[in-house]
């Protein structure tokens, strides 16, 4: 069955370090998204990309890094510099956002500790 | 850009109905509607194309109203698997971003 895999399910950092959280999809879909989720706050974007080696910073993409080297994997870092990192991180993937909508993979929950 | 969604909470009734409701300040292309349950990721219920559009899925159905740039959710007879966060997502007309935006969401408890 086609979908988004993302992994880990949870994650735990510590202060200083960078961690990165990996995203794959055989929908061969070509757009994907970083979307961060944090408690009454909805969804807020952090990158995305239309096609593969060409991405796009969000709304809060300071602190965090991504790569498109492969249509199938869109893998997400969060760097020493982001300040708050503990959230619910959502990787999507579109066909066509204009007509069709988002499939979100599973989610991965990072704590730093 | 960022959608207004309220109200920010529902409780129900099973058998009971809710409506929620999703503005723009910008002009809309699209509007899409997912279901989070606690925990997981969001899933797709419909997207809306055209001003005026109505869809259903079961009990569940969408408006968009283009000219006021809004759009309504509306839960008949909820059920308990109803229960979730309800997020819009807007897609602005004439950006070539391609990319949503999304509204807090609305969180709707249905009770036995």
């Known amino acids: 069955d086609g979908g988004i895999t993302q992994s880990p399910k949870y994650l735990f950092r510590k202060e200083g370090q960078n961690v990165t959280l990996s995203c794959e999809q055989n929908l061969n879909h070509d757009a994907m998204y970083w979307y961060r989720q944090d408690p009454g706050q909805g969804l807020r974007l952090i990158y995305y990309s239309q096609i593969v080696n060409d991405f796009q910073k969000g709304d809060i993409a300071e602190g965090y890094s991504v790569s498109r080297e492969k249509k199938e994997s869109f893998p997400l870092t969060v760097t020493s510099a982001q300040k708050n990192p503990t959230a619910f991180y959502l990787c999507?993937?579109?066909?066509?956002?204009?007509?069709?909508?988002?499939?979100f993979g599973s989610g991965t929950r990072l704590t730093v500790v | 850009q960022q959608p207004v969604q309220s109200p920010q909470a529902v409780i129900l009734r099973e058998g009971e109905d809710a409506v929620i409701n999703c503005s723009s300040s910008k002009a809309l292309y699209s509007v899409h509607w997912y279901r989070q349950k606690h925990g997981e990721a969001p899933v797709f219920l419909m997207i809306?194309?055209?001003?005026?559009e109505q869809k259903g899925h079961e009990k569940i159905s969408a408006s968009f109203n283009e000219k006021k740039q809004q759009s309504s959710l509306y839960l008949t007879a909820s059920q308990l698997s109803y229960s979730g966060t309800y997020f819009c997502g807007t897609l602005d007309r004439g950006s070539t971003l391609g990319r949503l935006y999304f509204g807090r969401g609305t969180q709707l408890t249905v009770w036995p």
């Open positions: 809306l194309l055209k001003g005026g």
């Open positions: 999507a993937s579109s066909i066509d956002i204009g007509w069709y909508g988002y499939t």
